[in-house]
């Protein structure tokens, strides 16, 4: 059985084929001017496919962050200065005092730096902020090891991870994940090796700050 279709123009938004999600809602880089209207019609597919399927990388570099468009999060970009900066790739920190809590320099210090300052109307996401926080947002943390695991790329030589993220340390990183049967570790993972192995919390290692996600 056949059907005639009776128009030959159908509009689809943006949105119907790209999804609404936060990494489209975050995209600075990504938003093409398709129409002043953001509607496309079948004659533009093609434009739109060239557009978002080719020229739309996955990292986009904020400055002083940088976005991934395929998980949403954004990450810290990292810094060499040698005089104790808190974006320092030298620097390391504690994931606990020994307590196994998360109340090492890690949080009390490296994390409070970061959300530092006043934030004040919260809006959905919770990232509003006035006079204070990294890249002006106060959500930052210690990414989860599964997280962390997202950008880990040795395509690109060593260290295994993007340039656009900055220098980055052949070593361990801190996650804020546990070990679900050594309360005394949390897991790092290793941008020299591809590696993903058990750490003391007491133990200083390099850390990467995150906000976003689902």
Known sequence: MRYRI????????????????????ASTACKADLTADGVVNFADLA???????KSCPR???????????????????????????????????????????????????FLAALNGGECIGASADATSVSNGGYASHCD???????????????????????????PTQLNNYSSSSNHANLPGYAWNVNFGFLSVTPGYKTYGNFVRAVRGGP
């Not at 009776?6 to 689809?12: D, E, M, N, V």
């Not at 810094?79 to 320099?105: A, E, K, L, M, V």
């Not at 060593?158 to 656009?164: A, S, W």
Request: with cysteine; aromatic share 10%.
């Open 6 to 25: 009776r128009s030959a123009l159908i509009t689809i938004t943006a949105a119907m084929l790209l999804g609404n999600g936060p990494a489209l809602a």
């Open 47 to 53: 434009v739109l496919k060239s557009v978002f399927f």
């Open 59 to 109: 990292f986009e570099d904020r400055g002083l962050t940088v976005f991934d468009h395929e998980t949403g999060l954004e990450w810290e970009k990292k810094t060499r200065t040698n005089n104790g900066d808190i974006h320092d790739i030298d620097n390391r920190y504690t994931w606990s005092t020994g307590t196994n809590n998360p109340d090492g320099t890690a949080f009390t210090v």
């Open 140 to 166: 930052w943390r210690l990414p989860t090891v599964s997280e962390l695991r997202t950008i880990q790329d040795c395509s690109h030589g060593y260290p295994c991870v993007d340039p656009i993220f900055g």
